[in-house]
């Protein structure tokens, strides 16, 4: 069982920056898949990055490749969403979750998670 809470959500000007992490309780953090999700207002969740147990492979989502940069500290059992150059199409609840790794890559698929955070909201103006 794993217990994900997000932070670091706000509001912020278009073009701006904001770094929203998922702090994760439970045992074998590091064997973990990790990914964050968004739901924009009246939208669908949808994948926004993913990164492997150990660090290794990252995926991203079309829409913010080369913008937001995802990644983990093991020993601290987080995973960051680190958000540039932020447009405010980009508003939406943004979400953490966790599966256990596979041989395959992290997933991109709301259904290929386990555990999910409550969400942060991230607000962006323009």
């Known amino acids: 069982q794993v217990q994900l809470v997000e932070s670091g959500g706000g509001l912020v000007q278009a073009g701006g920056s904001l770094r929203v992490s998922c702090a994760a309780s439970?045992?074998?953090?590091?064997?973990?898949?990790m990914g964050w999700f968004r739901q924009p207002p009246g939208k669908e969740r949808e994948f926004v990055a993913s990164i492997s147990w150990s660090g290794a492979v990252k995926l991203y989502n079309d829409s913010v490749k080369g913008r937001f940069t995802i990644s983990r500290g093991n020993a601290r059992s987080t995973v960051y969403l680190q958000m540039d150059s932020l447009k405010p199409e980009d508003t939406a609840v943004y979400y953490c979750a966790a599966r256990s790794a596979t041989s395959r890559a992290p997933g991109t698929k709301t259904q290929e998670y386990d555990y999910w955070g409550q969400g942060t909201q991230v607000t962006v103006s323009s």
């Open positions: 439970g045992r074998l953090f590091s064997s973990y898949d």
